[in-house]
């Protein structure tokens, strides 16, 4: 009787340890779930990142950090997640990392990691934590290819274990790249839309939509309407010195020096590469003249922060043309008419010394100095 009354004791224990592991599972099935359907209805990048880096440490206990690393050399993403001007908490969740820092850290075939927290292989996954015990770390794969990480840290140095299950992580994982490459899909069409992504102005196809409409304004109230076309002088010598991301900080540079002295009528849009263009309406040829002397002096006159560019000058030649009320030359539209007059005036700038001012039909100079 006693060994019976033993085993029944012993077996119910097994029926509530078997019932209280169902419900755990039970809990974080529906807490992935949940969490995936959130992950999917996220619009943008830095929503994804808010969905996992709250909903993950609210759904699971002893889960204190969560961090999305993805593969950004040229950071794409760090300047989408930038214009959304998020806190400081938030930018704290996003790593973005090169190639190279994912190769010690993965290798194929990809597989979950869990276990105790190694600084030296995993502190490049959780810069801003200094208490993590143990993490769980899920490589992301879209298409074959690696672009990130989903980590989760814990204080406790024991609550991720080497030997758990990792199907479900897997599958967040799996998800959570997906998710990854459409809201970064989506942020891109929005900023091809209208905006330039690297520089933060306007883009080609919006300086487009606004000369047209500044055409047909400059029809109705016969004033002049100037177009200037900028080209940074040896940019490709930049970029091969220094490399592309140097690059990149001058020409965000260059834009922002660009739109110091405009208008709220006037127009800034990168046109493509190194070339910038302003549309200025209602502006008298001499007057748009002094305004692209003065953006020449300004960019040439730039100093850097980056210990790179110390002492390296920045100059851009500049090609200006106007319409005026007496008409243009030509049977071209209007708006092609300006901007071509203004393209074929930077040419002129660049081959005649660069760093100067060209003006169309004036053959004006504005050189240097």
Partial sequence: MEDDRIKLQQCRRRTTMLEDRIRSNEHILYGFHSIEIDMVGAHSLGDLIDVLSQGIPKTFHNVECVTLACLDPEYELTRMLEGGQQSDQFNRSFVPLEQSDFDTIYQQPYKPWLGQFQPAQHGILFPHQNSVGSVAIAPLVFRGQLIGSLNQGSQ?????T???????????????????????????????????????ISNRRF??????EEVGRWRRSATNLCCVVVDIDHFKQVNDRFGHHVGDIVLERVARELGKVLRSSDVLAR???????????????????EIAER????????????????????TVSLGLASLTPQGMQGGDSPGDWLFQQADSALYRAKNSGRNRVVVAAHETQVSAG
């Fill in 162 to 200: 080497s030997g758990a299950a990792t199907d479900l992580l897997e599958h967040l994982a799996a998800v959570t790249a997906m998710c990854v490459d459409n809201t970064v899909s989506h942020e891109r069409l929005k900023l091809d839309g209208l905006t330039d992504s690297l520089t933060g």
């Fill in 156 to 160: 406790k140095s024991t609550h991720f």
């Fill in 295 to 314: 953006l020449r002096h300004d960019v040439a006159a730039m100093e850097f922060d980056e210990e790179v560019l110390a002492g390296f000058q920045v």
């Fill in 271 to 289: 046109y493509g590469g190194e070339e910038f263009v302003l549309l200025l309406p209602e502006t008298p040829v001499a007057v748009a003249c």
């Fill in 207 to 212: 300086f487009e939509r606004r000369l047209k």
